[in-house]
């Protein structure tokens, strides 16, 4: 018989910190969360080796109390929390007192604080949670953590680390993030010796995506807000056209923490649906405030998981919101440069960006105060417009693309410029920077500007100026409109007005059912008949007609006669794996599939000639949706070309 043995402290230590620290991004991202909820507004994060060899966290925070060091890095020693029932109100990053003890067990730390009532602070050094050292040193106030080589004492676990550069890139994209999460807090992080950002704390989120993602990405972004009880929702929603393949770009914040939620993906990508083509995902950043009595974010070590209470009507709630925002703007893609050319302006913007003097660290508070009053104060304050008196060129830029995507009276002043961005420094290159500020225009030339751009292309009112040109390759409609060239997609936009037609069939309860004799005989196990039983209006309201059988059989009597084709009860257990799995409202996708299908096939296709007439008698129902856009698909219904960009094509503009 086996022997039950008792494990001692530093086995324990080493076996809790395979859950906390599980790349040198783990440690990062604990000690810069400690950082925030110690009340810091500025934090430098550096790391060698991809963090393998050295991780320094400095922050200016309010330190750590002299006779609380050593209990800091005891397990479960906390000062977020003091009992159970405070987690149903946590308002700190962290509140587990699992990370230092963790940390220290796989590696040799080195902790420097000093609190604003010492005159002195400690150094007290701790390796594979032994304790080897403690002095009173001079210090400035914070926190500074330095980890060194992490796992030295797990070599298994120090196996699994993937190259440097990998381990490097993960805790690049974690300060990202993090920088995201908290726009009031200057960050500034270095990997391997070299700057690679900076924040300056201004509390403006806009400048932080301009930083990190660029001038294209900032600029094809709309402010986003939802409030209701209990929960408010702000930030930054990408317009359609910069899509991606994959999910890394949404970007979601619960209560200041960075988290993964399907049930937020799901929503955000519902609502986007009608803008997106299949397998194409939106770029996003959303903030979510919540009743802390709503959401369990003790779920794992990582705190990367919240489990939301409500999830359905958090989940139509948040799906309505990004719809509306989305049908609020217009959406009609813009051809633009050539790539050959943005790669040249993208080329000039990283050479012009370049600074010669480096981010300041979070005790230069002289430094960090001129920074963020540089980028337009603390708290998200009011930047100075572009073109005013020793403005720096840096906050020019990007105040010209916060200006643009503002509300109208925003877009009276348009900019010619060639944008770049550095790390916020007093001394910057100008070489490859250019802003051209118009002339000031008087209260009636606003007044007409502000009309212009708040008209949508795709209006009643915007119709009285359409000039139809022609058709083009049998397949597209030229229009004119004020100073744009309008091209429809024939195919796509007579396949947006039949999908439209049929899903108005569908919401209406208009969908007429088909007999089928002899009835179709399916078996279900015992999940697919309790989703039957919850979900069996649903399966009436789609055309089913659906009767017990006997023990786990059921006969299928009826199906949607629009909908009828699939063979063998495909499309009926399409259905069902689909209800069972989801825990949100809404209409099936295997049903909008269908539907789009069928669109598609009804549509006139190209290569067809159309006249006048019937291209303007489908315009006219094309305006009369909430979408007119995207194509069930996602495909874009119609594009424009501005005067200006064809004045850039044939040479009449050459800046």
Not at 163 to 184: C, F, I, K, W
Not at 241 to 258: K, T
Not at 647 to 653: D, L, P, S, T, V
């Amino acid at each position: 018989m086996a022997k039950i043995n008792i494990l001692d402290n530093q086995t324990i230590d080493k076996i809790a910190a395979g859950e906390v620290v599980e790349r040198p991004a783990s440690v990062v991202k604990e000690l810069v969360e400690n950082a925030i909820d110690a009340g810091a507004d500025a934090v430098t994060v550096e790391i060698k080796e991809g963090g393998t060899t050295l991780i320094r966290v400095t922050d200016n925070g309010g330190g750590i109390e002299k006779s609380q060091v050593e209990n800091a890095f005891l397990r479960h020693a906390t000062s977020k929390i003091s009992s159970a029932d405070d987690l149903t109100k946590l308002v700190s990053l962290g509140f587990r007192g699992e990370a230092l003890a963790s940390i220290a067990a796989v590696a040799q730390v080195e902790l420097i604080t000093k609190t604003p009532e010492d005159l002195t602070g400690i150094r007290y050094l701790i390796e594979g949670g032994v304790e080897k050292e403690r002095e009173e040193i001079g210090a400035p106030g914070g926190t500074t953590l330095l980890v060194r080589n992490l796992f030295y004492n797990t070599p298994p676990r120090k196996k699994f680390l993937k190259q440097p550069r990998t381990e490097g890139s993960y805790v690049a994209d974690l300060m990202e993030h993090l920088a995201m999460s908290n726009p009031q807090v200057s960050f500034k992080f270095l990997l391997n010796g070299q700057n690679k950002f900076y924040t300056t704390g201004s509390g403006d989120l806009r400048e932080i995506v301009f930083r990190i993602y660029g001038k294209d990405i900032a600029g094809a972004l709309t402010d986003f807000r939802c409030e209701k009880e209990g929960m408010t929702v702000t930030g930054l929603l990408g317009k359609p056209v910069i899509n991606r393949a994959n999910r890394s770009y949404e970007i979601f914040y619960i209560n200041g923490r960075y988290i993964r939620s399907t049930l937020i993906s799901k929503a955000v990508e519902e609502g986007y649906r009608e803008y997106l083509m299949q397998h194409k995902f939106p770029f996003c950043i959303l903030h979510f405030k919540i009743d802390t009595e709503k959401i369990d974010v003790n779920v794992h070590p990582s705190k990367m998981e919240v489990r939301i209470a409500d999830g359905p009507d958090f989940y139509e709630t948040v799906r309505e919101a990004v719809e509306e925002a989305l049908r609020e703007r217009e959406m009609i893609p813009e051809v633009t440069l050539s790539d050959s050319e943005k790669k040249e302006a993208k080329k000039a913007e990283r050479n012009g960006g370049r600074t010669k003097e480096t981010a300041p660290e979070p005790f230069e508070k002289r430094r960090i105060a001129q920074s963020q009053q540089k980028m337009g104060g603390q708290n998200g304050a009011e930047m100075p417009f572009p073109g005013k008196e020793g403005e720096p060129e840096q906050t020019a830029s990007i105040r010209a693309i916060y200006e643009k995507n503002r509300p109208a009276e925003a877009n009276v002043l348009r900019q010619t410029a060639v944008y770049h961005v550095g790390s916020g420094t007093e001394k910057e290159d100008r070489a490859s920077s250019v802003v051209s500020v118009p002339p000031r225009e008087t209260a009636a030339e606003k007044t007409e500007q502000m009309t212009m751009f708040d008209d949508k292309m795709l209006s009643a009112k915007a119709k009285e100026q359409y000039e139809i040109i022609g058709q083009l390759f049998g397949t597209y409609w030229l229009i004119s409109y004020q100073e744009k060239l309008l091209i429809v997609d024939q195919h796509a936009a007579h396949e947006k007005v039949r999908y439209e037609r049929l899903m108005k069939h569908f919401r209406e309860k208009e969908v007429v059912s088909q007999n089928i004799n002899p009835p179709m005989i399916v078996t279900l196990n015992n999940q697919e008949k309790e989703c039957l039983k919850d979900r069996w209006e649903d399966f009436a309201a789609l055309g089913f007609v659906i009767e017990e059988f006997g023990g786990n059989d059921y006969a299928v009597r009826g199906v949607p006669m629009d909908l009828y084709g699939y063979a063998e009860g495909t499309f009926f257990y399409e259905i069902l794996d689909e209800l069972a799995a989801e825990t949100v409202t809404g209409t099936p996708e295997s049903v909008r599939n269908r539907i789009a299908t069928m669109a598609c096939k009804a549509a006139v296709k190209g290569n067809m000639r159309m006249t006048r007439q019937e291209m303007g008698a489908l315009i006219d129902e094309l305006l009369t949706l909430d979408n007119p856009y995207n194509c069930p698909h996602g495909r874009p219904t119609i594009i424009s070309m501005s005067k200006q960009e064809l004045e850039k094509k044939f040479k009449r503009i050459v800046n």
